[in-house]
């Protein structure tokens, strides 16, 4: 008998019904804002465009997805800067030491082109 007003009981709690969460009008148009900065960025990046010549084609490509790796080697410099700046206004050695490995990282992503170039010659 227990059981059976158990698994009544989950069946009620599992079968309970959604509500959307309300969004005022200013979260709406942060949204919005947001969304079409998203848009701008990735149509605004540079084209990959098709030629005849297949190593035409090869090196666009790279080039656009260097220029990507750049780009995420550039927010990590950025972030990298901002916990070496929070770590020392809080005295933080564990942070200061993240600080500069996320800042040497985001160097090394950064200039990661070159630094094929240089090895390979």
Not at 76 to 99: E, T
């Amino acid at each position: 008998m227990k059981l059976d007003m158990r698994k009544k009981q989950e069946k009620k709690e599992t079968t309970k019904s959604t509500k959307k969460l309300p969004m005022t009008a200013k979260m709406k148009r942060a949204m919005a804002v947001y969304i079409a900065m998203v848009l701008i960025m990735t149509a605004g990046a540079s084209t990959v465009f098709a030629a005849d010549d297949p190593l035409t084609v090869i090196n666009n490509l790279s080039t656009f997805i260097f220029g990507l790796i750049r780009a995420i080697g550039m927010i990590l410099l950025g972030f990298g800067i901002v916990q070496v700046g929070l770590s020392l206004k809080s005295h933080d050695p564990s942070q200061r030491a993240n600080g500069f490995l996320t800042l040497a990282g985001g160097v090394i992503i950064t200039f990661a082109k070159e630094i094929l170039n240089l090895i390979t010659g």
